[in-house]
Nanobody
C-alpha cells in the first residue's frame, strides 16, 4: 500500500504560478510512475501529467509548455510546477502512484485561479 498526500494548492491570479507537491509513504519501492490529474466542478477527471523518470514525462496538450512534472525518488515526492495559470486551470488536483497492483490516489488539493 502507498499513501499520498498533496499540498501546495491555493488561490492565485491569472498568470501567476504554483507548485504542487505529493509525498508518498508506505511501499514506495513498488512505485513505477507518478502523475497528476485534475477535476473541475461538474467535469470529469482529466489527465495532466505523468512521469516515469526525469527522461520520461508526458503532458496533456492543455498544459504543455506551462506545467512541468518532476520527481524526487529519494524523497518519494512528485511535483507539479504550474506557470502562467489560467482561470480554466481551476480544479481539484489529484496525484497518483502506479504500482504493479494498481493505482493509488491522493485526497486532492484545490487550485483556484481568479482575479
Amino acid at each position: 500500500q502507498v499513501q499520498l498526500v498533496e499540498s501546495g494548492g491555493g488561490l492565485v491570479q491569472p498568470g501567476e504560478s504554483l507548485r504542487l507537491s505529493c509525498a508518498a509513504s508506505g511501499s514506495t519501492f513498488s512505485i513505477n510512475a507518478m502523475g497528476w490529474y485534475r477535476q473541475a466542478l461538474g467535469k470529469e477527471r482529466e489527465f495532466i501529467a505523468l512521469i516515469f523518470s526525469a527522461a520520461s514525462a508526458h503532458y496533456a496538450d492543455s498544459v504543455k509548455g506551462r506545467f512541468t512534472i518532476s520527481r524526487d525518488v529519494a524523497k518519494n515526492t512528485v511535483y507539479l510546477q504550474m506557470n502562467s495559470l489560467k482561470s480554466e486551470d481551476t480544479a481539484v488536483y489529484y496525484c497518483h502512484a502506479d504500482l504493479p497492483v494498481g493505482r493509488h490516489w491522493g485526497q486532492g488539493t484545490q487550485v483556484t485561479v481568479s482575479s
